[in-house]
């Protein structure tokens, strides 16, 4: 078999494969052709093969005699940047009112240092600060940037550098009033004055057709033993593949897979799109330099809409000073380079790569105190159960106005459950009616797994004891009222929300609008801060940690965790009562009588 020439056996059936050569590679997107002969006879495979090897002959004569990007191209691919840029502009202009004068000088001096930045990189020749925009814009053309030779992607890039120089003077002239700026650079003003042309047909869809005996084999998926074509896959490709799996297989939520798709976005953006093979140790270092420049709002705030990370840092250097945006964190940088990581080591592990570039790293461990979750001190606490939606308020859709409404709803009671228990907000919104349970004449919550219900990890599976406040408050008769009117759930208006259907997502949203309402909103304080207080309220009280965690449903560290392996629910219950507050919740007690029973009835939905 070594003597027949491009020809391999894969268990019985004989296959062609041929390696494309290097100056070729860029345009295919691929190191090597391979097909399926589709027989078991070495005289029929040596025939066919002869054919394919004559075919691809012709493919790699046409592609290397055929201009992959044309004037035409290139023409239509800088008016098609400048056109839609100025035009998604001036829409925002549109929608908007007037602007302060203080923004207005800001925008003239933001776009000034972006002209001056682009020629500065265009002296230098650093193209690949154009290599976003030269992408994206040659993907609406249906043109890959990897399928180009490097001198033809240069020729891009050098393109769309020109042109953003333009367009930044231009940008800069309508914040100065002048909306008649005609641009300089003569590539875009030739373009600019040409009648719009549609774009030729890409010349390697056009290359592949005239050698159509070949394509099939070129475009056939690469398999699991295929190493050489499973190493050619590309980051991106690779990367979302990766987080489908880890979906999949339930390694990763919804949410955690679409943070790290925003990581993989920033690295390809950033470091280019390759196999993961071909990226060093110097990739993952300038991926940190650049990320740890980014300001913290970049992906919120609409003068950052639509630009690459260069853009980004360009336009956030130029802020004027003291504007009180900061850049991202150290553990949201961590966070990037857990999800690469994660990603590499796979790689790794299957032959793809051979080490984890972004294994190594040391990130700062300290934290600012506005970077830190917060704990409900006692006054915090005192001020929250005395807001509205506790202790009466207007109506149904003004809970943060006071009036004499009492609606002992989900609203009602999360923050009491909360801070009495320690439960996590997405195991009390999920709570159902058969998880409140009693015994030994002790009611207890039944935190487990079973279907529907998500934890996050078997951890969390525990008995926590009702507290006696809440029972005092009328918990146990709002649990009551629901079975009567056959529902299921304790919190039956929470409906799925946000990326993995969690219960919460509308409550999450609510409770931070709420607390600006009622003036208790600061950074770090939130929902989840209520178990960081039941946990220091135990703690303080000289509850021991193994029983605490035993409540919250943590591991505990060290050695105790060896030999304690659960506590009894007296012992919960005894924990769960050292949760006190002060000056106490008396004004929160049903004494409204009909009034409050009432509206917890209204609060229901229908009946399934």
Same mark, same amino acid.
């Given at each position: 078999?070594?003597?027949?020439?491009?020809?391999?056996?894969?268990?019985?059936?004989?296959?062609?494969?041929?390696?494309?050569?290097?100056?070729?590679?860029?345009?295919?997107?691929?190191?090597?052709?391979?097909?399926?002969?589709?027989?078991?006879?070495?005289?029929?495979?040596?025939?066919?093969?002869?054919?394919?090897?004559?075919?691809?002959?012709?493919?790699?004569?046409?592609?290397?005699?055929?201009?992959?990007?044309?004037?035409?191209?290139?023409?239509?691919?800088?008016?098609?940047?400048?056109?839609?840029?100025?035009?998604?502009?001036?829409?925002?202009?549109?929608?908007?009112?007037?602007?302060?004068?203080?923004?207005?000088?800001?925008?003239?001096?933001?776009?000034?240092?972006?002209?001056?930045?682009?020629?500065?990189?265009?002296?230098?020749?650093?193209?690949?600060?154009?290599?976003?925009?030269?992408?994206?814009?040659?993907?609406?053309?249906?043109?890959?940037?990897?399928?180009?030779?490097?001198?033809?992607?240069?020729?891009?890039?050098?393109?769309?550098?020109?042109?953003?120089?333009?367009?930044?003077?231009?940008?800069?002239?309508?914040?100065?009033?002048?909306?008649?700026?005609?641009?300089?650079?003569?590539?875009?003003?030739?373009?600019?004055?040409?009648? @719009?042309?549609? +774009?030729?047909? *890409?010349?390697?869809? =056009? #290359?592949? /057709?005239?050698?159509?005996?070949?394509?099939?084999?070129? $475009?056939?998926?690469?398999?699991?033993?295929?190493?050489?074509?499973?190493?050619?896959?590309?980051?991106?490709?690779?990367?979302?593949?990766?987080?489908?799996?880890?979906?999949?297989?339930?390694?990763?939520?919804?949410?955690?897979?679409?943070?790290?798709?925003?990581?993989?976005?920033?690295?390809?953006?950033?470091?280019?799109?390759?196999?993961?093979?071909?990226?060093?140790?110097?990739?993952?270092?300038?991926?940190?330099?650049?990320?740890?420049?980014?300001?913290?709002?970049?992906?919120?705030?609409?003068?950052?809409?639509?630009?690459?990370?260069?853009?980004?840092?360009?336009?956030?250097?130029?802020?004027?000073?003291?504007?009180?945006?900061?850049?991202?964190?150290?553990?949201?940088?961590?966070? @990037?380079?857990? +999800?690469?990581? *994660?990603?590499?080591? =796979? #790689?790794? /592990?299957?032959?793809?790569?051979?080490?984890?570039?972004? $294994?190594?790293?040391?990130?700062?461990?300290?934290?600012?105190?506005?970077?830190?979750?917060?704990?409900?001190?006692?006054?915090?606490?005192?001020?929250?159960?005395?807001?509205?939606?506790?202790?009466?308020?207007?109506?149904?859709?003004?809970?943060?106005?006071?009036?004499?409404?009492?609606?002992?709803?989900?609203?009602?009671?999360?923050?009491?459950?909360?801070?009495?228990?320690?439960?996590?907000?997405?195991?009390?919104?999920?709570?159902?009616?058969?998880?409140?349970?009693?015994?030994?004449?002790?009611?207890?919550?039944?935190?487990?797994?079973?279907?529907?219900?998500?934890?996050?990890?078997?951890?969390?599976?525990?008995?926590?004891?009702?507290?006696?406040?809440?029972?005092?408050?009328?918990?146990?008769?709002?649990?009551?009222?629901?079975?009567?009117?056959?529902?299921?759930?304790?919190?039956?208006?929470?409906?799925?929300?946000?990326?993995?259907?969690?219960?919460?997502?509308?409550?999450?949203?609510?409770?931070?609008?709420?607390?600006?309402?009622?003036?208790?909103?600061?950074?770090?304080?939130?929902?989840?801060?209520?178990?960081?207080?039941?946990?220091?309220?135990?703690?303080?009280?000289?509850?021991?940690?193994?029983?605490?965690?035993?409540?919250?449903?943590?591991?505990?560290?060290?050695?105790?965790?060896?030999?304690?392996?659960?506590?009894?629910?007296?012992?919960?219950?005894?924990?769960?009562?050292?949760?006190?507050?002060?000056?106490?919740?008396?004004?929160?007690?049903?004494?409204?009588?009909?009034?409050?029973?009432?509206?917890?009835?209204?609060?229901?939905?229908?009946?399934?």
């Amino acid at each position: 078999m070594g003597s027949v020439a491009n020809v391999v056996q894969r268990g019985r059936t004989f296959h062609f494969r041929r390696r494309v050569p290097a100056d070729l590679r860029q345009r295919l997107g691929r190191h090597e052709l391979v097909r399926s002969l589709g027989t078991s006879d070495i005289r029929t495979a040596k025939v066919v093969a002869c054919r394919l090897y004559v075919a691809a002959e012709e493919l790699f004569s046409t592609l290397r005699a055929l201009p992959m990007l044309t004037d035409d191209q290139l023409a239509h691919l800088v008016r098609d940047f400048y056109d839609t840029m100025l035009s998604d502009e001036n829409a925002g202009r549109l929608t908007r009112g007037p602007l302060p004068e203080g923004v207005r000088e800001a925008r003239v001096t933001q776009y000034a240092t972006m002209a001056a930045k682009g020629r500065e990189a265009l002296a230098s020749n650093r193209l690949d600060e154009a290599a976003f925009v030269a992408e994206s814009m040659l993907k609406r053309q249906g043109i890959a940037i990897r399928d180009l030779t490097p001198a033809e992607a240069a020729k891009a890039k050098q393109a769309m550098l020109r042109a953003g120089i333009d367009l930044s003077e231009a940008l800069k002239a309508r914040y100065e009033g002048d909306f008649n700026y005609e641009p300089r650079d003569k590539l875009l003003k030739a373009t600019l004055t040409e009648p @719009h042309a549609q +774009a030729s047909a *890409t010349p390697a869809a =056009a #290359a592949m /057709a005239a050698a159509a005996p070949v394509t099939p084999a070129a $475009s056939t998926p690469p398999k699991k033993d295929d190493p050489a074509s499973a190493s050619d896959v590309r980051f991106e490709d690779r990367g979302k593949a990766f987080r489908d799996q880890q979906v999949q297989t339930k390694r990763w939520d919804n949410q955690t897979a679409a943070q790290a798709g925003a990581t993989y976005r920033l690295f390809a953006d950033v470091c280019g799109d390759k196999p993961l093979g071909a990226y060093t140790r110097k990739d993952a270092g300038r991926f940190r330099e650049r990320v740890e420049r980014l300001p913290s709002d970049y992906g919120k705030h609409p003068r950052y809409r639509g630009l690459n990370v260069e853009a980004i840092l360009a336009t956030y250097t130029a802020l004027p000073k003291g504007s009180g945006v900061e850049v991202i964190t150290q553990k949201t940088v961590k966070r @990037h380079f857990s +999800a690469l990581s *994660t990603l590499w080591t =796979a #790689a790794v /592990a299957e032959g793809d790569a051979s080490e984890n570039i972004f $294994s190594g790293h040391r990130f700062s461990a300290t934290r600012k105190p506005s970077e830190q979750r917060d704990m409900w001190e006692q006054a915090d606490l005192a001020r929250l159960f005395t807001t509205p939606v506790l202790t009466g308020c207007r109506s149904a859709t003004q809970r943060s106005t006071p009036g004499t409404l009492v609606l002992r709803d989900e609203r009602f009671w999360l923050p009491l459950i909360a801070v009495f228990s320690g439960l996590r907000q997405e195991e009390i919104c999920q709570l159902q009616l058969e998880d409140v349970r009693q015994e030994n004449e002790i009611w207890y919550f039944d935190i487990n797994d079973r279907p529907p219900r998500k934890l996050k990890n078997t951890t969390a599976i525990r008995r926590v004891p009702i507290h006696s406040e809440l029972i005092r408050l009328g918990f146990m008769q709002h649990v009551e009222r629901l079975r009567r009117s056959r529902q299921t759930r304790v919190f039956p208006a929470f409906r799925p929300g946000g990326a993995d259907d969690r219960l919460g997502h509308a409550f999450t949203k609510w409770f931070t609008r709420y607390r600006r309402d009622v003036g208790l909103y600061r950074p770090g304080l939130n929902f989840h801060s209520f178990r960081h207080t039941a946990t220091t309220l135990m703690h303080q009280a000289g509850v021991p940690t193994a029983v605490i965690d035993h409540v919250t449903g943590h591991t505990t560290p060290g050695e105790t965790a060896r030999y304690t392996k659960r506590s009894t629910l007296a012992q919960l219950k005894a924990a769960v009562e050292t949760i006190v507050m002060e000056p106490g919740l008396s004004h929160l007690l049903p004494g409204g009588g009909d009034v409050s029973r009432h509206a917890s009835l209204q609060s229901l939905p229908p009946k399934p």
